[in-house]
């Protein structure tokens, strides 16, 4: 007979996870011993099923470092379909509530990927294409040049809270939204390891800038992120530079190695690098009222718009009124404008000494102070 035994606590939770470790074994089972609801990000790099016919040439006839390992090798879609099933059913069930995954593929898996998500609950928020700048050429001459990869970004449920840096990445792109389709080159030069031989360490290693970007856009310093098919360590990589933690799932002895080795020479950047641009959304809110509460204003203190257009006084349940109009900040200014909406936070200013001073300047220092107290 089974006794109940107590639920450990996320701290304890936190503690029995495999922090910055590479672990070997299969991608499924080692996912199952791990505590449910307990990773933030899933980075999934998964077999491509490419189904290679032979070996590949170039026009001189040399032969091409093609993915023929044994490890991509399947014995029909039925078979990828199942495995691409169980080790997705794990990734699902290790997430926090608010975890996502990423997954990427070629144009030989990732419509299967795609639906299997779908199937077991996950929330799509976009696909990406990674356009390579520097792909390899299509030797043969009978299809496209393949020349990029997509990347499927889903939340763990339709509800979850999901992390997006979106100032961040606006920032990486130089100040420009940043859009589905990112250009960059595949690894090549002094990134891409080689073995004892001199040959790819990986046939498929990724860019660490592919994941510097996905990490910096849906993680955050602390957070915890898997990545099932390790490989040479990339995600664990980046993640040490930018402060994250990682768990590393590898089960060739070839890529643990040269990720062990790897990855042991990364610096983790200091705190103040690891600090990105955040959405104003995501500070905390600050109502007028406790501006007004604090006595930052009086109620009956006046303020002025720029260039002393309008002006309305302070009252004091934290709301204006201005000629006869009354309502929020930003209900008066919108109306005293004839706008349809307005940041009453910037619209507004007090005088101090002859000079004017947006009201915005008392919500940031209430924030400072908030920020400074103790957790």
Not at 16 to 35: F, S, T
Not at 321 to 337: C, R, T, W
């Amino acid at each position: 007979m089974k006794t109940k035994t107590k639920a450990a606590s996320p701290a304890a939770e936190a503690q029995a996870l495999p922090l910055n470790q590479i672990i070997d074994g299969d991608c499924i089972e080692v996912m199952n011993r791990l505590p449910a609801g307990s990773v933030d990000l899933i980075f999934a790099d998964p077999p491509y099923n490419l189904q290679l016919r032979g070996d590949l040439h170039r026009p001189d006839n040399s032969r091409v470092d093609a993915v023929d390992d044994h490890w991509d090798q399947f014995s029909g879609f039925g078979a990828y379909d199942s495995f691409t099933r169980e080790w997705l059913a794990a990734a699902r069930r290790i997430l926090k509530p608010n975890g996502a995954i990423w997954v990427i593929g070629s144009y030989h898996n990732v419509f299967r990927l795609g639906a299997e998500l779908q199937n077991q609950g996950y929330w799509i928020l976009n696909d990406v294409v990674w356009r390579k700048s520097n792909p390899m050429p299509n030797f043969r001459g009978k299809r496209l040049t393949n020349a990029h990869e997509t990347l499927i970004w889903a939340s763990k449920e339709e509800a979850s809270k999901y992390t997006f840096n979106y100032e961040a990445l606006k920032a990486l792109n130089e100040g420009v939204q940043m859009r589905s389709d990112w250009v960059l080159p595949i690894c090549t030069g002094h990134e891409r390891l080689k073995d004892a031989n001199g040959d790819k360490a990986h046939p498929t290693q990724k860019p660490e800038s592919l994941l510097h970007r996905v990490l910096v856009a849906t993680t955050n310093p602390g957070d915890v992120v898997l990545d099932p098919f390790f490989g040479t360590g990339t995600t664990g990589a980046v993640a040490k530079m930018l402060g994250r933690d990682f768990i590393g799932i590898e089960r060739e002895e070839a890529y643990r190695n040269a990720a062990t080795a790897r990855i042991a020479k990364v610096r983790r950047f200091d705190k103040s690098a690891l600090e990105v641009s955040t959405s104003k959304r995501a500070e905390p809110r600050v109502p007028f009222g406790q501006v007004v509460e604090r006595g930052m204003l009086r109620p009956g203190e006046e303020l002025f718009s720029i260039g002393n257009r309008h002006k309305a006084k302070v009252r004091a349940d934290g709301t204006l009124i201005g000629n006869d109009v009354k309502g929020s900040i930003h209900q008066v200014g919108a109306q005293l404008e004839g706008a349809p909406s307005c940041n009453g936070w910037t619209y507004w200013h007090f005088k101090r000494d002859g000079k004017m001073i947006p009201i915005d300047l008392l919500r940031q220092q209430i924030r400072a102070e908030m920020q400074d107290r103790p957790h």
